[in-house]
């Protein structure tokens, strides 16, 4: 299926302290997005910090923004303390001596470009961004970039005419990028935007001169309008939300600022659950999974480890009618467009190593399956690199991943968990149970609830998940007592 004629709708799930965001090409999940009350991410937050080291043999420096970890700045990512100073060719600052940019115990004004991930800390920069629904505002940079998926020339050259215009009419420091939803747009739309930018920019500079050294300065918007500002395409024809709170929410954000979407939302109120629509929340489980299957009979097993991501293709029991070298062709031409979906619904991120088959001969099919695998990444809004196909019929590329991965966020490594190695996650485990409360009460009629679970499920729920509890019963009006049972693993529950 051709691009053009891809279909989307984005489907927004809200229960106490969760809320989830799920993107559909025509009724196929393709990305997941999940944000919790008690670990918002922290991407695009900008933040008065305090330099706790400086490190000259790695030309870092540890930055404490008043998180549980220090997190890290690397000297490409520090502004010089002139703005005119000498730029590369690709429009970042020449990279000076970290001793000559920072010291220690010197405040700096920061923000995140990676979530911290695993034992790491965040990531950050001091070239600030600010993103609306056409640009993004770099105020310590100049000029105008465009989006790599804008391809028509003539377009290029309008936006960056109008924009370079534009930018000359308001005479104030600052660089811009054009989104790719800007294609098409007037330039009354891009001059708005930029001016919205400008105020907001102000604001977050009023607010560092009064902020204390490790403190939030700006946080970004919260996931049900990050969604509008930064997922909604010309493809996305509705997006259902099954809260009226959010709903109202995202409907005066849009009437506000976006109303070309206004149309697009829809209340979700049918009683069956929104992420029943398409198999969404068993596409999900089927996400966590070592093992994908094929419609052919084959198979790709994908190992995520701390170091690197393998992903194995096999033709399973399918030899085919044909030949050996048609049958592999034609299970890696299905496992191309399978991998590059699950890299995206997994959040697979960092090297990534692919084993199309040494027994993979002839030439032209080689070339046929790099191409498909080319194409069904081109949809993929994270920065991605594949290399060409090697002697050994590996393929090696990197994916540019700023948060965890959909495993790291739902679960934890386990020693008991059937050889999966890892298992649901006590706080993931409360949201199933909500889910499942609210799932039950619109499909029958009960008196009470009452939940059996692992201790220390248990405990989190009486305990940081004591707010949730109490506005599931508000919601749907019935008392939910909890019981331990010490013979239940971490992830089951009744």
Request: net charge negative.
């Amino acid at each position: 299926m051709t691009e053009a004629s891809s279909k989307e709708e984005i489907l927004i799930n809200v229960t106490p302290r969760e809320v989830r965001a799920a993107l559909l090409e025509n009724g196929v999940l393709q990305e997941i997005f999940i944000e919790r009350a008690g670990r918002r991410g922290l991407i695009s937050n900008i933040y008065n910090g305090r330099v706790s080291r400086v490190l000259p043999g790695m030309q870092a420096a540890f930055i404490d923004i008043g998180l549980e970890r220090t997190a890290f700045l690397h000297a490409s990512d520090i502004a010089p303390p002139q703005v005119d100073e000498p730029v590369n060719g690709n429009g970042t600052a020449a990279v000076l001596d970290i001793r000559e940019l920072i010291r220690e115990n010197q405040e700096v004004l920061v923000q995140v470009v990676k979530d911290p991930l695993g034992t790491k800390g965040a990531r950050l920069t001091t070239f600030m961004t600010l993103p609306s629904r056409f640009l993004v505002l770099l105020p310590l940079s100049s000029g105008v970039g465009i989006s790599t998926r804008i391809e028509g020339e003539q377009e290029r050259d309008r936006l960056r005419t109008d924009m370079e215009e534009i930018l000359a009419e308001d005479d104030e420091p600052g660089g811009v990028i054009v989104r790719t939803v800007a294609e098409g747009v007037s330039r009354d739309a891009l001059r708005a935007d930029l001016t919205f930018l400008r105020k907001l920019w102000s604001a977050v500079q009023l607010q560092c001169s009064k902020a204390r050294a490790k403190s939030l300065v700006h946080e970004d918007l919260s996931l049900p309008i990050r969604v509008l500002r930064d997922m909604v395409s010309s493809d996305v024809e509705r997006i259902l939300v099954d809260s009226v709170p959010v709903f109202e929410k995202m409907q005066a954000f849009t009437e506000r600022f976006l109303p070309e979407l206004t149309p697009m939302l829809e209340l979700y109120e049918r009683r069956r659950p929104i992420f029943d629509l398409h198999a969404t929340e068993d596409e999900i489980k089927k996400a966590l999974g070592r093992s994908v299957s094929l419609k052919s009979g084959g198979y790709v097993i994908i190992d995520q480890t701390e170091a690197m991501t393998t992903i194995d293709v096999n033709t399973g029991g399918y030899v085919g009618h044909r030949n050996l070298e048609e049958t592999i062709f034609r299970t890696n031409l299905e496992a191309a467009v399978t991998i590059a979906r699950q890299l995206r619904l997994r959040n697979l991120g960092g090297i990534i190593i692919l084993d199309f088959f040494i027994d993979m001969e002839v030439a032209d099919h080689r070339e046929r399956v790099m191409q498909v695998l080319e194409q069904s990444m081109a949809r993929d809004h994270a920065k991605y690199q594949i290399t060409p196909l090697s002697a050994l019929g590996l393929i090696e590329m990197t994916r540019k991943r700023t948060r965890e991965s959909l495993q790291h966020v739902l679960c934890e490594d386990c020693e008991n968990c059937e050889a999966r190695g890892f298992i649901m996650t006590a706080e993931t485990v409360c949201f199933e149970i909500f889910r499942e409360v609210i799932r039950q009460h619109r499909q029958f009629e009960f008196d009470g609830v009452l939940v059996l679970a692992h201790q220390e499920v248990i405990d989190l729920l009486l305990d940081e998940e004591s707010n949730g509890l109490t506005e599931i019963e508000e919601q749907i009006g019935k008392s939910i007592r909890l019981q331990p049972e010490s013979l239940y693993l971490k992830d089951q529950f009744d």
